[in-house]
């Protein structure tokens, strides 16, 4: 099975910055790509951005140009860090990976979700 791990949120002013992190652990044989969604209250979970393997980025229009998503591959960890961040960033951050796992070489890689954390921006 696989583990994800996130940390780094918190409180933090209008304006400020915060750099969450997401640790995979467990039977992986490689992990395909990497992101970040949040949830705000009474909101669906949405997508905030993404990393392939390849290094290919992805970004909600809405943090574009102040948040940054970078993988370390041989850490199996994925970063978010945000900046100039706003009350409308108030939400639970949780990340997703896509992983093939050594018990499953030859099946279709699966997804996996960490717990989420919060992430509060005040005004």
């Known amino acids: 099975q696989v583990q994800l791990v996130e940390s780094g949120g918190g409180l933090v002013q209008a304006g400020g910055s915060l750099r969450l992190s997401c640790a995979a652990s467990?039977?992986?044989?490689?992990?395909?790509?990497m992101g970040w969604y949040r949830q705000a209250p009474g909101k669906q979970r949405e997508l905030v951005a993404a990393?392939?393997?390849?290094?290919?980025?992805d970004y909600s229009a809405s943090v574009k140009g102040r948040f940054t998503i970078s993988r370390d591959n041989a850490k199996n960890t994925v970063y978010l860090q945000m900046n100039s961040l706003k009350p409308e960033d108030t939400a639970v951050y949780y990340c997703?990976?896509?992983?093939?796992?050594?018990?499953?070489?030859?099946?279709?890689?699966?997804?996996?979700w960490g717990q989420g954390t919060q992430v509060t921006v005040s005004s």
């Open positions: 997703k990976c896509n992983v093939r796992t050594r018990d499953l070489l030859f099946s279709p890689p699966n997804d996996y």
């Open positions: 990393i392939t393997r390849g290094g290919n980025l």
């Open positions: 467990g039977s992986i044989f490689s992990i395909n790509s």
